[in-house]
Structures are given as structure tokens and as C-alpha cells.
Nanobody, 124 residues
Framework: QVQLVASGGGSVQAGGSLRLSCAAS????????MGWFRQVPGKEREEVAI???????NYADSVKGRFTISKDNAKSTLVLQMASLKFEDTAMYYC??????????????????WGQGTQVTVSS
């Protein structure tokens, strides 16, 4: 059974940094496409960053140059390092995974497995 547990959210002032982690279990972690998504109330869930089994990444334009997604295959952990945070980064952040290795789409609908979410709040 695939399990994803996200952690690391919190409150930070604009310009600050946070590191989100997603501990994965129950599947061949290194072979999956994985990603971070975020959602604010009243809006659709949106891509933040995704990474495939070869380490190829894709970022939403709004976070390029500020966020970095990475995988620690030995620890089965997905990481999102967030820097230069802005008020508009405030959201619930979710990690997600899908089998097949390649990330065929950045759409949330492509991802089958989801973690429980961790809240990020940036104050201006």
C-alpha cells in the first residue's frame, strides 16, 4: 500500500525559507514520478514542481528560481526546498506520486497517490 506523509510546513515571513519533506513507503520509490502541488481554498490544486525517475524536473513558472525539488532515493524521501517565499505561496502543500517513472503530465489528475498535506503560511 502506497503511503505518502508530508511534513515541514509552517509559518514564515516573506523572504524566508522552508523545507518540505514527503516520506514514501509501500512501493518502488525510485521508479515513480513524484511531485508537489498546492491548493488554496476556493481554487483548484496546482502544480508546484514534479520530478521523474531520471531526475528530470519541471516547475511552475511562479516558483522557478525559488523552489527546488529533489529525491533522496536511499531514504525514499521527496524534498521541496522553498526560498524567497512570497505571500502568494501561502497554501496547503501536497506530495503525490504515480507509477511509470516518467511524468507524462504536470496535472494533478495524472497522480494517483497523495499525501495528507502540510500548511505553508507566508506573512507579508
Amino acid at each position: 500500500q502506497v503511503q505518502l506523509v508530508a511534513s515541514g510546513g509552517g509559518s514564515v515571513q516573506a523572504g524566508g525559507s522552508l523545507r518540505l519533506s514527503c516520506a514514501a513507503s509501500g512501493y518502488s520509490y525510485s521508479r515513480y514520478c513524484m511531485g508537489w502541488f498546492r491548493q488554496v481554498p476556493g481554487k483548484e490544486r496546482e502544480e508546484v514542481a514534479i520530478i521523474d525517475s531520471n531526475g528530470v524536473t519541471n516547475y511552475a513558472d511562479s516558483v522557478k528560481g525559488r523552489f527546488t525539488i529533489s529525491k533522496d532515493n536511499a531514504k525514499s524521501t521527496l524534498v521541496l526546498q522553498m526560498a524567497s517565499l512570497k505571500f502568494e505561496d501561502t497554501a496547503m502543500y501536497y506530495c503525490a506520486a504515480n507509477g511509470g517513472g516518467l511524468c507524462l503530465s504536470p496535472s494533478p489528475s495524472f497522480f494517483r497517490y497523495w499525501g495528507q498535506g502540510t500548511q505553508v503560511t507566508v506573512s507579508s
